[in-house]
């Protein structure tokens, strides 16, 4: 497997557009999470679906960011209108299961930064 | 969530041992975690410790854990330059599917 798979690698974007990152996660995996991380908070969970539902979504900073997971091998998160404090290292992780004992697995990440 | 915290940077020659600290918050984490970060690069387990054990080794890799200070190490015996990374010590969220409440990482530099 070739493991969590997200695009793009980098976006740089202009203040006010929309910006869409998308993650396909390990096929098979029920859960996937969304995370950013920032020098300034680490990282954060911004969001958690189960089966492609969204189980936990505490974590989204604001009405401008939404995800989506249509269907198992694919999810969105969209911000818009983006802001400059939205740049950061967005991160996609899925698992298994839901659970203590299943490991996380990783993309690499979407470097965003906004302009 | 709550802060999970580590010291932000660590630096060890190479050869020596090194020796990572983490405090966490939720008395009630079944698992602690240890993730590895390279420069670019996701997130990668490097090790984990279930919350009854006190003590777990994986080759160079040593977990310590003392649940009564909510206190977690990870010993990296002869550390290599290719050990340099950002250390993670995270534990799972039961509410939130076990997502992980990371802390904001240790950096590690290994000098030849």
């Known amino acids: 497997d070739a493991g969590v798979i997200q695009s793009p690698r980098h976006e740089v974007t202009e203040m006010g557009q929309e910006v869409t990152l998308r993650c396909k996660p390990i096929s098979g995996h029920n859960s996937l999470f969304w995370y950013r991380q920032t020098m300034m908070r680490g990282l954060e969970l911004l969001i958690y679906f189960n089966n492609n539902v969204p189980i936990d979504d505490s974590g989204m900073p604001e009405d401008r960011f939404s995800a989506k997971m249509p269907n198992a091998s694919f999810s969105t998160l969209k911000i818009q209108p983006s802001e400059p404090r939205d740049s950061a290292v967005y991160f996609c992780?899925?698992?298994?299961?839901?659970?203590?004992?299943?490991?996380?697995?990783f993309g690499q990440g979407t470097r965003l930064t906004v302009v | 969530g709550e802060d999970v915290e580590q010291s932000l940077f660590l630096s060890v020659r190479e050869g020596d041992s090194s020796v990572i600290n983490c405090t966490y918050t939720?008395?009630?984490?079944?698992?602690l975690y240890w993730y590895k970060q390279e420069p670019g690069a996701g997130l990668q387990l490097l090790t984990y410790?279930?919350?009854?054990?006190d003590m777990k080794q994986d080759q160079r890799l040593t977990v310590l854990l003392n649940k009564k200070d909510k206190h977690l190490s990870l010993r990296i015996a002869d550390t290599q330059t290719g050990d340099s990374a950002i250390y993670f010590c995270a534990e799972g969220v039961r509410n939130s599917g076990y997502a992980l409440n990371f802390g904001k990482g240790t950096s590690l530099l290994v000098t030849p």
């Open positions: 992780a899925s698992t298994p299961r839901p659970g203590p004992d299943t490991e996380a697995f």
């Open positions: 410790i279930f919350s009854n054990m």
């Open positions: 939720d008395s009630s984490s079944t698992y």
